[in-house]
């Protein structure tokens, strides 16, 4: 089994002073900077996924702005795979798939932001591209939403999509359990 771990979307706009401050951000880049740590040590591939918004109402992951900019505990370095994309979903419109089948990668572990956006319709897509996926839920962050005059703290919408996801999609590890194995 090849395995590669899938970044998405640790981008500026997503931390303090950026565009979309999610809760938990810079924590959970510094552990998905220590998941990156391990696959560059181990010599197994990487991809970064970078989304770029084209959309008119955007506010967020504008083209040439330092918010889009993917963040510096995650940088990608020289050889490794980056891909743009422009929606929630990172295989749709880009060449990921093709990327991965490539090179026999059978198992995804994956990091990023927002967990209930792109690392959610990532994830399920994955599944039913017969992936293997990995979650590591400490390395993903998202924010207080609010439907229908509710308001769902950040917490509760981490637990909700990780709980969620763990049912068919992936398998759910933190950082310490992940590195220990």
Known sequence: MSKALIIIDIQNDYFENGAMELKGSLQASE???QILEKFRTENLPIV?????????????????????????????????KVITKYYPNSFRETDLLEHLKSQQ??????????????????VRAAKDFEFDCKVI????ATRDLEINGVQVKATDVQTAFLAGLSFFYAEIKNTKEYLSL
């Open 48 to 80: 970064h996924v970078q989304h770029v918004s084209l959309a008119p109402e955007s506010f967020f992951f504008l083209p040439g702005t330092n918010g889009q900019e993917i963040q510096d505990n995650v940088k990608p370095i020289e050889g490794e």
């Open 31 to 33: 552990n998905a900077k």
């Open 105 to 122: 990668i059978t198992e995804l572990v994956f990091v990023g932001m927002m967990t209930q956006m792109c690392i959610d319709a990532t």
């Open 137 to 140: 839920g400490d390395a993903t």
